[in-house]
């Protein structure tokens, strides 16, 4: 029995209807995951196509960035996750950010306050690591969580590699009609600090349970 049942049992058009209602509040958490300069009002502002005086141009493509990464998820939610569907969110997530987006990274990178130093990753691993996580035997929950801190460690992208992990989550999440995860600032501080003991252990499990407890939404019926 998994350690982390779903929490929710949505209906195709209840998921939906969650994602899209929640869509704007996960891309602010996108941005605050990589410590952007922008509040949510901001955030909100940019995504409803006006100028925000004061937030740097690259904050700007980011959210839009993320924007559209979401378009993409609710058009698809119906195809399988592979390794091109993940590399195409990260094209969506990583635009115009990376020395290349929607490609594995074919160089070494580091990750701020950690030592750590993720292996340069290899395309036929790195599918036969996705394809084990979404046939493993666990609640769809699980799988989103194990794939959230998979990608979110291997750093597979040259950038965007925490947002397109989470986009990644959500779609499976999604699909399933399982929630949704975001990441609210209340948790940011805490979320951050488990994700560095987890970059410098490899241990996962307080950062999934710790996500599991706070960071799933849904609809109450």
């Known amino acids: 029995m998994s350690g982390y049942p779903d929490r929710f049992h949505l209906t195709p058009e209840q998921s939906r209807f969650l994602a899209k209602k929640k869509w704007d509040e996960n891309i602010y958490c996108g941005m605050r995951m ?22 740097q141009l690259d904050d700007i493509q980011a959210i839009l960035n993320m924007r559209d990464a979401w378009r993409y998820l609710l058009d698809t939610i119906g195809e399988p996750v592979t390794l091109d569907y993940l590399c195409k969110l990260n094209e969506y997530i990583a635009r115009n950010e990376a020395l290349l987006w929607g490609q594995l990274r074919t160089g070494s990178v580091g990750i701020s306050g950690t030592d750590y130093l993720p292996p340069v990753p290899d395309s036929v691993a790195v599918e036969k690591e996705l394809a084990a996580i979404l046939t493993m035997d666990a609640s769809e929950t ?20 925490k947002r397109t992990s989470m986009t990644l989550a ?11 995860l ?30 599991y407890e706070n960071a799933i939404q849904g609809i109450e019926l």
Request: glycine share 8%; proline share 4%.
């Open 34 to 55: 990589e410590n952007r300069a922008v509040t949510f009002p901001q955030t909100l502002t940019i995504l409803n196509g006006v100028n925000v005086p004061g937030v």
């Open 142 to 161: 699980e799988k989103a969580l194990t794939a959230f801190l998979w990608g979110t460690r291997a750093q597979l992208f040259w950038d965007g590699n």
């Open 170 to 180: 959500n779609k499976l999440l999604i699909s399933a009609g399982a929630g949704i």
């Open 182 to 211: 975001t990441i609210t600032d209340k948790h940011m501080e805490q979320f951050n600090a488990l994700l560095l003991d987890y970059y410098n252990t490899s241990e996962g499990d307080p950062l999934k349970r710790f996500l």
